[in-house]
């Protein structure tokens, strides 16, 4: 088995038929196909039933399980994947019929470790492009010898899960899996996966629709964005740990993290950080405190009080 593509669905009744069948006809015998109802309480369940008996000859599995979350349902995926590469597709989105004459091929090559492409952005029809979505930042076989070369993924720092192809062994020979439980889980995963990878290969084109739509966690505020964006940064600072190169490399991830927090704290008037909270921010972005320009180092040094200005200034 050459691909295993995980496709995680919750109450996606709406577009899991348009989803699967993106995939489905084009799904080779090396290609298999792991659906994972995530305890879904709509009709999803009976779409996924219907859609996929059309195609009796594909290498499919579904699970269905109670909700655990997006996480929970890709690590399961993972687990029992068998094909040496894996690709996750959301369920409100579908892949580019490029994609199947695109990646196939390349699966051919083991040296690769990561292929990454583009997406576009979309609101109802495809015709309505929002963004064009540039994720890839090599052209063609990148061979990392240096992790210098890994600078401009991190400068761009758009770590989606679906844009990308993987090695399945740079999750099992690493230990790395999706936080269970936690939001903004591709921006802690998908940098430590770049950090062990040897081979990335990049595509400058769009393979996949990205469906936008106002139920995105992006679009709405809950208080526990907070905390799991503080969860991010807790996590990158540990792989920063690994030496003065990484840390440097991993900055522009850590200092979106940090913009993102002030962004939600000023638009949010409903939002509280708690002080215990702003501690452990404190605490993860200061071993990359050397990279940050002289104002942000002060704010980091004076987090709390910072913090309470913003609010202050948020309320008036």
């Keep these: 088995m050459k691909l295993s593509i995980i496709v995680p669905c919750y109450n996606a009744a709406e577009f899991i038929e348009q989803c699967l069948e993106s995939v489905l006809p084009h799904a080779k015998s090396d290609v298999e196909i792991i659906i994972v109802n995530?305890?879904?309480?709509?009709?999803?369940s009976e779409i996924i039933t219907n859609t996929t008996q059309r195609y009796p000859e594909t290498n499919l599995i579904i699970i269905n399980q109670d909700n655990a979350?997006?996480?929970?349902?890709?690590?399961?995926?993972?687990?029992?994947?068998?094909?040496?590469?894996?690709?996750?597709?959301?369920?409100d989105d579908f892949y580019h019929p490029d994609f199947w004459s695109e990646i196939p091929p390349l699966l051919n090559d083991s040296s690769i470790d990561i292929?990454?492409?583009?997406?576009?952005?979309?609101?109802?029809?495809?015709?309505?492009?929002?963004?064009h979505i540039d994720c890839a930042v090599?052209?063609?076989?990148?061979?990392?010898?240096?992790?210098e070369q890994l600078k401009p993924a991190f400068q761009r720092s758009k770590w989606y899960p679906w844009a990308r192809v993987y090695?399945?062994?740079?999750f099992l020979d690493n230990g790395i899996q999706f936080p269970v439980g936690r939001l903004y889980?591709?921006?802690?995963?998908?940098?430590?996966?770049?950090?062990?990878?040897?081979?990335?290969?990049?595509?400058?084109?769009?393979?996949?629709?990205?469906r936008f739509h106002k139920k995105s966690i992006t679009q709405t505020f809950r208080q526990k964005d907070l905390s799991d964006l503080v969860y991010v940064a807790t996590q990158l600072s540990v792989l920063a740990k690994e030496s003065a190169e990484t840390k440097t490399i991993l900055f522009p991830?850590?200092?979106?993290?940090?913009?993102?927090?002030?962004?939600?704290?000023?638009?949010?008037?409903?939002?509280?950080?708690?002080?215990?909270?702003?501690?452990?921010?404190?605490?993860?972005?200061?071993?990359?405190?050397?990279?940050?320009?002289?104002?942000?180092?002060i704010q980091i040094l004076i987090l709390p009080l910072y913090l309470s200005t913003v609010v202050r200034l948020r309320k008036k």
Excluded at 38 to 44: A, L, R, V, Y
Excluded at 76 to 87: F, H, P, Q, V
Excluded at 167 to 170: A, E, F, N, Y
Excluded at 270 to 290: C, D, G, N, T
């Design 138 to 147: 090599y052209t063609g076989n990148e061979n990392i010898i240096s992790i």
């Design 253 to 297: 991830t850590v200092q979106r993290v940090f913009n993102f927090i002030k962004y939600m704290l000023i638009k949010n008037r409903q939002a509280h950080f708690s002080l215990k909270e702003q501690m452990q921010l404190r605490k993860a972005l200061i071993p990359f405190i050397s990279e940050f320009r002289i104002s942000r180092k």
């Design 167 to 170: 090695k399945k062994s740079l």
């Design 115 to 131: 292929i990454e492409f583009n997406a576009d952005q979309f609101e109802n029809e495809i015709s309505n492009i929002v963004e």
């Design 185 to 210: 889980e591709d921006m802690s995963t998908v940098p430590a996966l770049y950090l062990k990878s040897k081979c990335i290969y990049g595509i400058h084109k769009s393979l996949i629709w990205y």
């Design 38 to 44: 995530d305890g879904s309480t709509d009709n999803s």
């Design 69 to 91: 979350g997006l996480s929970a349902a890709r690590n399961k995926g993972l687990n029992i994947a068998t094909g040496e590469y894996i690709s996750f597709l959301d369920s």
